[in-house]
T-cell receptor, first 114, second 114 residues
């Protein structure tokens, strides 16, 4: 069965600074990988996804993520954080064998300092 | 835009009550999902459905049941609510059978069981 670990529960970053959120997955074959964001009081919104091909994936809101098979990682990055990026971020893994099911990590809450 | 709506944003119930959480999507999606979200645990899949009248257990189905009588509607039922079912419940939907597509989420229902 697949699993996802997000090692950082909370991250505080200053506005304008860079942000990197870590995600490690466990799955025997090539996974489908996703990053979702949940703003306060909102449902989850897809930031980006990786299925195959180029390992550097561009998403919405200026985010990108890099798939590294050798490290079983799919870290999310943003070069310059805005106050509106304060939210909770979830990494998820899916697999065709799992029948469209997603397994989510525990989430990372990002606080942005002025 | 895909819209997934949930019947209540906040719900307070008493132990032993039967609770219905309703979810409706307007994009003719085949797949629908119910998750619960708890701090530090991320989202955990309760039940999902690939088609009308079809349902499959997720990772934590105990204490829950579901109903899908119409394609657009997926209901989560707590037969006898307990305090450990106090949580945020998220509904999601996605398109496609046997292929992997983005899940679209509703805003969530925060359920408190007293």
């Amino acid at each position: 069965a697949q699993s996802v670990t997000q090692p950082d529960i909370h991250i505080t970053v200053s506005e304008g600074a860079s942000l990197e959120l870590r995600c490690n997955y466990s799955y025997g074959a090539t996974p489908y990988l996703f990053w979702y964001v949940q703003s306060p009081g909102q449902g989850l919104q897809l930031l980006l996804k990786y299925f195959s091909g180029d390992t550097l994936v561009q998403g919405i809101k200026g985010f990108e993520a890099e798939f590294k098979r050798s490290q079983s990682s799919f870290n999310l990055r943003k070069p310059s954080v805005h106050w509106s990026d304060a939210a909770e971020y979830f990494c998820a893994v899916g697999a065709r064998a799992a029948g469209n099911k997603l397994t989510f990590g525990g989430g990372t809450r990002v606080l942005v300092k002025p | 835009d895909v819209k997934v709506t949930q019947s209540s944003r906040y719900l307070v119930k008493r132990t032993g009550e039967k609770v219905f959480l309703e979810c409706v999507q307007d994009m003719d999606h085949e797949n629908m999902f119910w998750y619960r979200q708890d701090p530090g645990l991320g989202l955990r899949l309760i039940y999902f459905s690939y088609d009308v009248k079809m349902k499959e257990k997720g990772d934590i189905p105990e204490g829950y049941s579901v109903s899908r009588e119409k394609k657009e509607r997926f209901s989560l039922i707590l037969e006898s609510a307990s305090t450990n079912q106090t949580s945020m419940y998220l509904c999601a939907s996605s398109f496609g059978q046997g292929t992997y597509n983005e899940q679209f989420f509703g805003p969530g229902t925060r359920l408190t069981v007293l």
